[in-house]
Structure formats: structure tokens, C-alpha cells
């Protein structure tokens, strides 16, 4: 290479503001005594111009034009600095110049310095949207046909990938954000976040927070950089977050919880959207299945006289629950518990219970209900394993005529199972939810409390805390 050659350095100048421009970029301006750029750009950097310098300034669409007087400049000696807004290889001149230089076989040296990008500095005073796997998307057609970025658009919304798009609008390209928008709607809940960012670095700048749902694509222009939420995003103080998992990724005992509950609960959604039945049923159903990876669920599961809402009111001004064994009482969520006030009993291993089943000659699991029901007979009922203990509490409600805050009634086996969960249909207005045949067991009555007890989150069906 001719050392006394000029030389060529594609600049990102940032989004705007001479606050975030980078070191390297700055010196190089300095440096150079030839300048070429978009005459828009030249307003931000008056400040670092040396004397002599030569300004050619072009108006918008000129980029050829631009790359051209760069070589022309540089191949008779000059240093030139070649600007873009943002960084030079996002959607800047530096893949131009580079593929100019390769096809004219120049000698020149070419070096791209870096800059901050607008979608960077829209990120930055968001919050933090993009702290998981994103993808960048121009919805300018000028030099890509529409149907290639639709197909982008497609893979990006199917992929739940944060999607930040450049070139949203202008006053001629007006309908493609309208048809992105109805694609994402295909595959994303209408309540995603979505954050509009314009004119960000700049005293115009203005940021509003939306949904894709309410998302208005006429308040969005060429200045706009239009950043929408994956699954997981949100908007908490005004500010825009992706999780990238090190909050959630594990539950209080440092099991992996969370986010693979949730990634299972958004497959299982996926094959109850035919069904014709409330959500809070629905939300019921989910849990089951998820507990059992059985579909058979769908089918099994009754929920009877309001039982999600009425269990629910109980629960949350501190009710009790009695159980059948200590597996169902261990794996109702403890957070959820302590927060409401919520008081777990188990009579399987109470010194009197013991006692009452010899001397009546009747299981242990009987003689711990008849206990409950003297001490506790408003309690919400739990069976999880034995069907006797189903059998004895509907026995001593017809014979003593309370009635509990509700029944959960999913014991297991092959032996009275079926016969325990019949009786529960035979009481008007009680309370119930069941699981129909022989089918059941002590984690299934369990995540049917922790179902109920999370009631607020059937609405979108998506779990949250205390998962």
C-alpha cells in the first residue's frame, strides 16, 4: 500500500447527541481534513472541525455519490471521514464504502470506527428491553423488496424475539407497519409492551410506552426507533424490561422454576384454545396438566358452583386447609401461605389420631377428618391419596349438616376412588373440584390449591409469582 496514500474512516457518530460520541470517532474527525456526509449530520459535530477542514455535505438518498468523492479525495492524498448517525455498519455507509473498495480493487485503507446506535440509546433510556435475544429490522422497502421482509417479520414475531425496527414510517411507506403490526398480533398477546423512541439523543426526543394492542402506528415517523416486547417483557416504573432469567431462572429453594414453568404453561395454552370454558377452569386444567403431562386432564377435571372464586375469597382472609397426608400439605406453595395468613393442617400424625383409629377400628386417615371436622368443620378440604377419608367427611356432612369451604377431591387408587368422588356431586352448592375416575393423587390435589390460590394470574393465563 502507498504509505503517502489518504486514507478513508467510516464514522458512527451516534444517535445524535455530541455526549455520546466515542472517543475514536472523535479523534478521527479531528483529524480528517476532508469531511463528507449527509448535510443534516454536519450540525452535531461543528464542534470538533478543524480549520481548513472541507465539509461536502449531500443531501438524503445520495450515498453512491458520497462513497465516491470519499475515494476520490483520499486516492490523492487526503484524510477523509466518511459520518453516518448511529454506528456506520448498522444500516450506515460503511458495508457501501467497503463493498466499493472491493470492487474497484482500491488501495485505499478503509477502517470502520464504531459509534453508539439508535437503537442502543433508545434501549438505554428504556430501561432494559433488549437483555435478551433481539433482532433488527429495517421496514424500508427502497432496496428490499416488501415480500423479503415480511418473511423476516414472520420469523422474528414467531420467534418471540424482541424486535427493534428501524425505518418504521414515512409519508409514502405508511402501510407496512400496520401489516407488522397484525402479524405480531398473530403471535404475541395483544398486552406486549411496545415503546416508540423519537428523535432519542436530541432535544426533540420523546419516548411513549403502549401495547401491541393499543400500538397507534400513526404517531410513528422516520425519526422513531419502535422497539416491541417479547413474551416475557414488561413495563414496571415507567421503565421497559426483558428478563434475561438471572431474577426468575430459580425458585427460593434454588430449583430451576420460573421460566420453564412458564414456556410449558404457553404449550399447554396451545391446546386448550378450542375448549369453551372459563378461563379460571382453564387455569385449573393447565396446572393439572402440567403437574401430570397428562391431557387426559382436560376430561377428568370438573370444577363445580363457582368453586376457583369461592375457594379463592376463603383462602386469601386466611382460611385453613385440612389435609389427607402430609405429601399434599408439603406441596401447597409456602410463599402464598404465609402471605395470606393461610393455616395448613394435617391430622395424619396428631398423637390422637393414633388413638381414635384403634379404638374405633377405622383407618388413620378417617380418624384424622374426625378430628378436623370437630375442630375445623368451615376448612377447606384437601384429599390427595385416600378415598376413605373423602368417603368419611361427605358421612359426617350428611350426618351433622355442616358444609366446608370447599372440597379439592383427587385421591388415587382403584379401590372406592371412583365411588368417594360421585358423593361430592350430591351436595347443592358446595364447592369442588375433583378429578373423575381413578386418576388423582397428592401432587395433583396440591397444584389444584396452588391453581386456586394464584386465581389473579387465570386471567392471562401466564404464571407469575410464587411459581
Known amino acids: 500500500m502507498n504509505q503517502n496514500a489518504g486514507h478513508i474512516k467510516v464514522i458512527g457518530l451516534g444517535p445524535g447527541s455530541p455526549e455520546l460520541f466515542l472517543k475514536p470517532a472523535i479523534d478521527a474527525i479531528k483529524a480528517a481534513d476532508v469531511i463528507i456526509g449527509y448535510k443534516y449530520y454536519f450540525q452535531f459535530i461543528q464542534s470538533y472541525l478543524q480549520e481548513g477542514t472541507d465539509c461536502i455535505d449531500t443531501g438524503m438518498r445520495q450515498e453512491v455519490d458520497r462513497a465516491k468523492i470519499a475515494f476520490e479525495k483520499a486516492e490523492i492524498g487526503h484524510k477523509v471521514a466518511v459520518i453516518s448517525s448511529g454506528d456506520a455498519g448498522i444500516y450506515g455507509m460503511a458495508s457501501l464504502v467497503l463493498e466499493m473498495a472491493h470492487k474497484q480493487q482500491s488501495t485505499v485503507d478503509v477502517e470502520v470506527i464504531p459509534g453508539i446506535s439508535a437503537f442502543q440509546a433508545a434501549a438505554a433510556k428504556l430501561g432494559a428491553p433488549l437483555s435478551h435475544d433481539f433482532v433488527i429490522l429495517s421496514l424500508s422497502d427502497l432496496l428490499t423488496p416488501w415480500q423479503l421482509i415480511e418473511k423476516r417479520v414472520k420469523a422474528a414475531a414467531f420467534g418471540d424475539f424482541v424486535t427493534v425496527l428501524y425505518n418504521p414510517r414515512s409519508k409514502k411507506r405508511y402501510w407496512q407497519i400496520y401489516r407488522l403490526q397484525e402479524l405480531f398480533l398473530q403471535e404475541r398477546e395483544a398486552s406486549t409492551p411496545v415503546a416508540i423512541v423519537r428523535q432519542v439523543a436530541r432535544e426533540e426526543e420523546q419516548v411513549t410506552l403502549t401495547t401491541l394492542g393499543d400500538f397507534n402506528p400513526e404517531i410513528v415517523d422516520m425519526f422513531s426507533i419502535v422497539i416491541i416486547g417479547n413474551s416475557q417483557s414488561f413495563v414496571a416504573d415507567e421503565k421497559m424490561i426483558t428478563p434475561r432469567g438471572y431474577y426468575s431462572k430459580y425458585d427460593e429453594e434454588g430449583a430451576p422454576g420460573p421460566l420453564i414453568m412458564q414456556e410449558s404453561f404457553r404449550n399447554i395454552a396451545a391446546k386448550l384454545d378450542e375448549l369453551a370454558i372459563s378461563n379460571e377452569e382453564k387455569w385449573v386444567m393447565m396446572h393439572c396438566i402440567h403437574t401430570t403431562a397428562d391431557f387426559e386432564m382436560k376430561d377428568l377435571l370438573r370444577v363445580k358452583n363457582d368453586a376457583v372464586a369461592r375457594i379463592n375469597d376463603y383462602l386469601l382472609q386466611g382460611g385453613t386447609i385440612i389435609t389427607d397426608v402430609t405429601m399434599v400439605q408439603s406441596g401447597i406453595r409456602k410463599k402464598a401461605c404465609e402471605r395470606y395468613g393461610i393455616d395448613i393442617k394435617c391430622y395424619l400424625h396428631d398423637k390422637r389420631t393414633a388413638s381414635l383409629a384403634k379404638e374405633k377400628n377405622i383407618t388413620r386417615t378417617q380418624a384424622g377428618i374426625r378430628l378436623a371436622v370437630e375442630e375445623h368443620p368451615d376448612a377447606l378440604f384437601v384429599f390427595g391419596n385416600a378415598p376413605t377419608a373423602l368417603i368419611e367427611l361427605t358421612e359426617l356432612m350428611r350426618i351433622k349438616g355442616f358444609r366446608p369451604a370447599g372440597i379439592i377431591g383427587a385421591p388415587v387408587g382403584f379401590v372406592n376412588v371412583e365411588e368417594s368422588k360421585h358423593r ?42 410464587d411459581v
Open 424 to 465: 361430592l356431586q350430591t351436595f347443592n352448592d358446595l364447592p369442588f373440584i375433583s378429578i373423575e375416575g381413578r386418576k388423582g393423587g397428592s401432587n395433583l390435589a396440591a397444584t389444584i390449591v396452588n391453581a386456586v390460590l394464584s386465581r389473579d394470574e387465570a386471567e392471562t393465563l401466564k404464571p407469575g409469582r
